[in-house]
């Protein structure tokens, strides 16, 4: 499921596989926000990508002339690469650059884009209702948001204008790591307790991003990211979706609980309610 690392991967490889782009094509009008294919291929056609950028799990590419192209993964959305039109059956819209097809392969249709002029582009995603990039987000602005809120620290973490960039997986691994229960009230934790959070979070997107990139460099045919829930991958977590097997640092079962509609996975011994 794509969080930071999943944008921050696909993003450079926007940067790496996209240049002009020749032609635009949609397969599936749901995949577009705000307009419809005619506008959204006019917008991109006889464009050059002169710069990408991520925000939280949004991607940003500077079209130059005041334009750009927002993408947005969703739940299932990456990007994907052929050298010939024999792109996947569930993808969504492509670019032809250099001969080359990528589109947005999205088998739930999640995944949002747009593109024309850069001001209604970052209107229509809604980039400006983005919290700090968890990333490089400071200690201090951490300990900010956090102390503003009665929401359990885990809910709190979801929530993109407070933190962007964080989803179910990167919050489990990083509560896990700071030792807080994802139950336990953002505004009840301490300096230190707030500084192991900062450093769980900084941790964690790290290690995914260099996990991912590693993955991505064995595929070298297609250089295509599969997600966990492809059935393609291993678990590589600590804690998410591990309901059950033994604690990596005190061999307790983990356990699950369910906030918001989603589950949290944690240890019971090393993340104790408080």
């Given at each position: 499921m794509p969080e930071l690392p999943e944008a921050e991967l696909a993003a450079s490889q926007l940067r790496a596989w996209v240049d002009r782009i020749d032609t635009a094509l949609v397969n599936d009008e749901r995949a577009l926000r705000g307009q419809d294919t005619t506008a959204f291929c006019r917008a991109l056609e006889g464009r050059t990508i002169e710069k990408v950028e991520r925000l939280g799990k949004h991607i940003v590419a500077d079209l130059g002339g005041g334009r750009a192209w927002w993408i947005h993964l969703g739940m299932s959305g990456r990007l994907a690469r052929r050298e010939a039109d024999d792109l996947p059956a569930a993808t969504r819209w492509a670019v032809r650059s250099q001969s080359r097809w990528v589109g947005l392969v999205d088998p739930r249709i999640f995944g949002r884009t747009a593109a024309g002029e850069r001001s209604w582009v970052l209107a229509t995603a809604k980039l400006d209702d983005l919290g700090p990039d968890a990333l490089v987000i400071r200690k201090k602005a951490l300990a900010t948001a956090l102390g503003g809120t009665r929401r359990a620290v885990k809910t709190a973490l979801m929530d993109q204008s407070l933190v962007a960039g964080l989803g179910n997986i990167q919050v489990a691994e990083a509560l896990f790591r700071a030792r807080l229960h994802p139950a336990r009230r953002s505004d009840t934790l301490d300096e230190a307790e707030v500084a192991a959070l900062w450093r769980g979070m900084?941790?964690?997107?790290?290690?995914?991003?260099?996990?991912?990139?590693?993955?991505?460099?064995?595929?070298?045919?297609?250089?295509?990211?599969?997600?966990?829930?492809?059935?393609?991958?291993?678990?590589?977590?600590?804690?998410?979706?591990?309901?059950?097997e033994p604690c990596v640092r005190c061999g307790a079962p983990l356990e699950r609980i369910v906030q918001g509609g989603r589950s949290s996975f944690f240890c019971p011994d090393c993340q104790p309610p408080r």
């Open positions: 900084r941790g964690t997107l790290r290690d995914t991003l260099r996990d991912l990139r590693d993955q991505v460099s064995r595929a070298e045919s297609s250089g295509e990211v599969i997600y966990m829930s492809d059935g393609a991958s291993e678990n590589p977590f600590q804690v998410y979706g591990r309901e059950g």
